[in-house]
């Protein structure tokens, strides 16, 4: 048997969603990239709408569970929150919020016990999206939880947009009200990693230049739109005192 590893994360109580309820969109198809051409793969998709504010103590977590005759199935997921663009009236933009996805796998199929080692995870910076993907080998029930970097943190109205490569996948979503244990798997992991979004470099933690629970800074500066101040535009003084520099006397 396996022990429990501690909680899996800040889950504090709260009711439902709020007042509509997630709204789930009808399964779609669409043109896989690289496919030869003429032939579609089939993404069949589901999208959760949540119209109130999001904070620590009503984070929403997703279970994604996929059946063995499935696999291999590939699974795509995307926490959004609302453009800042959108109600931006000046040079400076509200800055969003950075939210962590993290992917757990279920080890006892009675979706109380999970993996500690991670599927996956997402980027966690100051970014509309937060995406994972990964790739089941192996049937089972995957829990992501999306978690806030503080208590002070919110989000007004959020969706979660969930793709799968083969049919017969459900996915659901709810507030997140019990706490999960982590214990130590006993058999290999049933879904790998299937992108390089999220991934940091074991170095960059262990030499300080980044912190397990904290955000990635973001710089802003260098994030959106090249603006004019950044390009060369030297006056003729600078231009003459370049020549001068450059040129030699035979």
């Known amino acids: 048997p396996v022990g429990p590893m501690g909680p899996m994360g ?3 109580p709260m009711g439902p969603m709020p007042p509509g309820g997630p709204m789930a969109a009808l399964p779609g198809t669409g043109a896989a990239p ?9 993404w069949f998709e589901w999208v959760y709408a949540c119209p109130g504010e999001i904070t620590r103590h009503n984070e929403p977590e997703f279970s994604v569970l996929v059946p063995d005759h499935a696999c291999p199935c590939e699974i795509i997921c995307s926490v959004e929150q609302v453009d800042t663009r959108l109600v931006q009236t000046t040079a400076t933009r509200i800055p969003n919020e950075a939210i962590l996805v993290k992917v757990y796998e279920n080890v006892d199929g ?7 080692d991670l599927v996956t995870k997402s980027n966690w910076i100051k970014i509309r999206d937060s995406m994972v993907a990964f790739s089941c ?10 978690e806030f970097p503080s208590r002070y943190s919110k989000v007004e109205r959020m969706i979660f947009r969930s793709y799968a490569s083969r049919p017969n996948v459900t996915v659901s979503a709810a507030t997140a009200v019990n706490r999960h ?7 290999p992991p049933r879904a790998v990693r299937w992108t390089f979004v999220g991934y940091v470099k074991k170095e960059r933690y262990e030499s300080g230049e980044m912190r397990y629970d904290e955000p990635e800074y973001l710089d802003q500066d260098h994030e959106g739109t090249r603006k004019p101040e950044w390009d060369l535009n030297p006056g003729m003084g600078e231009l003459v005192s370049e020549i001068k520099r450059d040129c030699s006397v035979m």
Do not use: H, N
């Open 10 to 12: 800040p889950m504090g």
């Open 34 to 42: 690289g496919m030869p051409q003429g032939v579609t793969l089939p």
């Open 110 to 116: 009675q979706r109380k016990y999970y993996s500690r």
């Open 137 to 146: 080998q192996k049937g089972g029930e995957f829990r992501l939880v999306a």
């Open 181 to 187: 244990e982590l214990v130590i798997p006993t058999e």
